[in-house]
């Protein structure tokens, strides 16, 4: 029980020292400024391939993970933003979400190289149940690409699984957090940010959603060197 709870420990100091905190503002804020432009984007790719209703599914899809009482003032303002007309949507939308998302998969890279101590060198990295699920597979393989390519520098699936469950684990942990802080003290939002409050919802919650994702990067890199100092000692 010692061991574990040094490695949460060290990974939390890792965390903080490689300025976990900002990185996960950065990312929380690309997910949520880039969220929009991408449906207003699908929105019209689906209508002019006859599918109107294919970016609700995909926002039903994303925000299946979400603790209900942040995913429902998102949903209604997707499903707001989907049902107004947009002129020029496909162009102006598709900039936008490419600006924003590049930017937020940026911040995900900057994030893990930092939690894996690791630098890049230059031109270097040239119905509801089954509903859940898919959310659950989708997300064990992003987080898998995420922690295998996007850090500089290489690591064996051994050793970023840990960093990966615990990421799992704590969003889970988080998200039903989450959900009852806001069953009791939604008004505390309202009251402070008046019609921004479903904005801030969604990115306190997005905030220490890319602030787990980060600190599984950290717990990967501090068990590092516990891995390496034990497998120098058996070859001794």
């Known amino acids: 029980m010692r061991r574990p709870f040094h490695i949460a420990v060290d990974a939390y100091w890792h965390f903080l020292a490689d300025d976990g905190w900002a990185i996960a503002s950065h990312i929380a804020l690309s997910a949520l400024m880039a969220m929009f432009p991408f449906f207003i984007v699908l929105t019209s790719l689906a209508g002019v391939f006859g599918s109107n209703d294919l970016a609700d599914e995909v926002a039903k899809l994303m925000l299946a993970t979400w603790p209900e009482e942040a995913a429902v003032p998102i949903a209604r303002e997707i499903h707001d933003v989907l049902t107004t007309t947009h002129t020029g949507a496909l162009t102006v939308g598709a900039l936008f979400a490419i600006f ?31 509903r859940f699920a898919i959310s659950v597979v989708v997300l064990t393989v992003a987080l898998f690409v995420a922690h295998k390519w996007l850090p500089a520098g290489r690591r064996r699936v051994v050793d970023i699984l840990p960093g990966i469950v615990a990421t799992l684990a704590l969003w889970l942990i988080a998200g039903i957090a989450f959900g009852r802080y806001l069953a009791e003290f939604a008004i ?6 008046a ?11 997005l905030y ?17 060197p516990r891995a390496t100092a034990a497998a120098a000692t058996a070859d001794t």
Request: aromatic share 18%.
């Open 195 to 205: 019609g921004l409050a479903s904005a801030m919802i969604a990115l306190v919650f």
């Open 208 to 224: 220490w959603t890319a602030s787990i994702f980060v600190y599984g990067g950290a717990i990967n890199s501090a068990m590092r």
């Open 100 to 130: 924003f998302a590049s930017s937020g998969v940026e911040s995900l890279r900057i994030g893990l190289n930092r939690a894996y101590g690791m630098v890049d060198e230059p031109l270097e990295g040239t119905f509801t149940f089954f």
């Open 188 to 193: 505390t939002y309202v009251s402070y940010y």
